[in-house]
T-cell receptor, first 110, second 118 residues
Framework: QKEVEQDPGPLSVPEGAIVSLNCTYS??????FMWYRQYSRKGPELLMY????GNKEDGRFTAQVDKSSKYISLFIRDSQPSDSATYLC??????????FGQGTTLQVKP | AAGVIQSPRHLIKEKRETATLKCYPI?????VYWYQQGPGQDPQFLIS???????DKGSIPDRFSAQQFSDYHSELNMSSLELGDSALYFC?????????????????FGSGTRLTVV
């Protein structure tokens, strides 16, 4: 069992829709959670970073961490075609290394 | 703003050859991480360095070695290349984890090196 599980999709939505991306993790000791966006053949780009539980908002993006259920989410409001990419959740270990989910491929159709 | 620089961007090697990938971190970042991403897969951690010392090790084959130099740049050396080594190799840099407990300490990825072994 992977330490971080993520539905790979693909997920296809119309422009303007609210997108919900989710991951579950196995180790309750994890404290640092990240969401990355990766365009084809590019490096992962950090979108959101959350420490411990709670919500964090940045523009159209909201990250949520529910440590009681070991569940992390990323919401994208008013989705745009430019949001079409692969979204990776990640857990940061104490040594700094990241454990990624499988990534969810999102397509936003105009 | 300066980003993480990786070279080369693309590399084609034959089986059993060697390859060297280079990574130049963001200025003032002292920690470097290497990841391997196969087609359609998530990045897998290989190895990391802090202040020129190996700080963590993941699923890195014995045929691979890496080091960090005094200017903080890092090189990943890959020998006896196999077809299965074909992948995207990413480098990331950050400030040391020990310095910032709750901040994201600027964890940034480079654009990667695409290695194709034929």
């Amino acid at each position: 069992q992977k330490e971080v599980e993520q539905d790979p999709g693909p997920l296809s939505v119309p422009e303007g829709a609210i997108v919900s991306l989710n991951c579950t993790y196995s180790n309750s000791a994890f404290q640092y959670f990240m969401w990355y966006r990766q365009y084809s053949r590019k490096g992962p780009e950090l979108l959101m970073y959350t420490y411990s539980s709670g919500n964090k908002e940045d523009g159209r993006f909201t990250a949520q961490v529910d440590k009681s259920s070991k569940y992390i989410s990323l919401f994208i409001r008013d989705s745009q075609p430019s949001d079409s990419a692969t979204y990776l959740c990640a857990i940061r270990r104490n040594t700094g290394k990241l454990i990624f989910g499988q990534g969810t491929t999102l397509q936003v159709k105009p | 703003a300066a980003g993480v620089i990786q070279s080369p961007r693309h590399l084609i090697k034959e089986k059993r050859e060697t390859a060297t990938l280079k990574c130049y971190p963001i200025p003032r970042h002292d920690t470097v991480y290497w990841y391997q991403q196969g087609p359609g897969q998530d990045p897998q951690f290989l190895i990391s360095f802090y202040e020129k010392m190996q700080s963590d090790k993941g699923s890195i084959p014995d045929r691979f070695s890496a080091q960090q130099f005094s200017d903080y740049h890092s090189e990943l050396n890959m020998s006896s290349l196999e077809l299965g080594d074909s992948a995207l190799y990413f480098c990331a840099s950050s400030l040391a984890v020990v310095r910032q407990r709750k901040a994201n300490y600027g964890y940034t990825f480079g654009s990667g090196t695409r290695l194709t072994v034929v």
